[in-house]
Nanobody, 126 residues
Framework: QVQLVESGGGLVQAGGSLRLSCAASGRTFSRYAVGWFRQAPGKERECVAAINWSGGMTYYRDSVKGRFTISRDNAKNTVYLQMNSLKPEDTAVYYC???????????????????WGQGTHVTVSS
């Protein structure tokens, strides 16, 4: 079992920055692919970024490219999502998710992930 805990959410003005953290415990995290998802009220959950176990492969949805950066520190069992130039449309609950995958892939669909955090709220005011 892997437990995931997100932190770093909050209220920020448009144009501001936040860094979300996803801390894992329970098992060695270094062979897990991780994704960051978000869900806004009335909208479907979407993957905003994903990273493979080594950090060598990453994915970003088009709307966050150039603004968000996903990274990981396997020694600290933590994955980060640096969010810059935030927009009101980035307002959502952000979740991290993990799946064991030593093959080196990343995943962008929620059903591929086995473990989920409880979410952290991000509100961007205009």
């Amino acid at each position: 079992q892997v437990q995931l805990v997100e932190s770093g959410g909050g209220l920020v003005q448009a144009g501001g920055s936040l860094r979300l953290s996803c801390a894992a415990s329970g098992r060695t995290f270094s062979r897990y692919a991780v994704g960051w998802f978000r869900q806004a009220p009335g909208k479907e959950r979407e993957c905003v970024a994903a990273i493979n176990w080594s950090g060598g492969m990453t994915y970003y949805r088009d709307s966050v490219k150039g603004r968000f950066t996903i990274s990981r520190d396997n020694a600290k069992n933590t994955v980060y999502l640096q969010m810059n130039s935030l927009k009101p449309e980035d307002t959502a609950v952000y979740y991290c998710a993990a799946v064991s995958d030593p093959s080196g892939s990343y995943y962008t669909q929620g059903y591929d992930y086995h473990y989920w955090g409880q979410g952290t709220h991000v509100t961007v005011s205009s």
